[in-house]
C-alpha cells in the first residue's frame, strides 16, 4: 500500500473496495462500481417478533397454552401494563387469558375496564384505539378513573364475517401505541383466531362454568362476575 492509500498486489491495482476488478489490456486491474453489500436485517422499533410468535405456536400443547402464549407476546413486546383475550359469549364475554406487566393478575380496576371495553367490541365489530381515555367517547369516565389506565388498544377477532374474540391492551401513560404496534397486533388477533375456534368448541353451549376452569380465569374475574 502507497502513501495514497491504493492497494498493490503482484503488478494488479486495484482500489481497496469491496467493487469486483475488471481486466484492462494492460495486465491490470481496475475496480468498477458494484452494488453495496447487503445492510443486516433490522428489527423495526416498536415492531411485536410476529416472526418468531409463529415459530413459539409451532410447539404448543393447546390452545389455551397458544391464547396465552399470544398474550404475553403482545404485553411484552409493547410493553403494555396488562392485557387480556376473550371470547364472545352469550352476555358477558369469557376471559381466555389475562394478565400484568409483571405475568401476574391485572388489578380488579383493570380487569373491570377491559371487561366493558371487550364487550362493545365484540358486540358492534368496531376496533378501539383511545389514545387518551380521558378524551374518547367510547369509554366510560368510571373506568377511566377506577383503572387509572390512560391509553387503550382493543381489537376484534373475526372468522367468516363475525366477531368470535378480542383482545385487549392498555397502559397508564397517554399515546403508549404507536401506529405499528396497532398494526402488529391485529395480525396477532388474526394468527389466535384458530385457537379461539377450539376454545369455544371445548367449552360447548352453555357450559360457563366448565369453561372457566379449563381456560383457568383469574380469580379476580371470577369474583366479578358473581357480583
Known sequence: MDSHGDLHVAGVEAEAT???PRWTTSGTARAVDAPPPAKPRREVRGAIPVGRLADALAAVEGPTQAVRLVLD???EATR???GAIALKREGDPEVAASRDAEGGAPTREWLLAA???LAEVLQDGRALNARDMMQSRRVTWDAAVASALRSVV??????????IGGVFLAKQEVDGFSERHVHDLSVLAAMAVPFVVQLQRLGGPGNGHAFAELLGEAPAM????AL
Open 18 to 20: 469491496t467493487a469486483h
Open 73 to 75: 407476546f403482545a404485553v
Open 80 to 82: 403494555a401494563h396488562c
Open 115 to 117: 371487561d366493558a371495553m
Open 154 to 163: 382493543c381489537l376484534p377477532m373475526g372468522l367468516g364475517g363475525r366477531v
Open 222 to 225: 371470577a369474583e366479578l362476575r
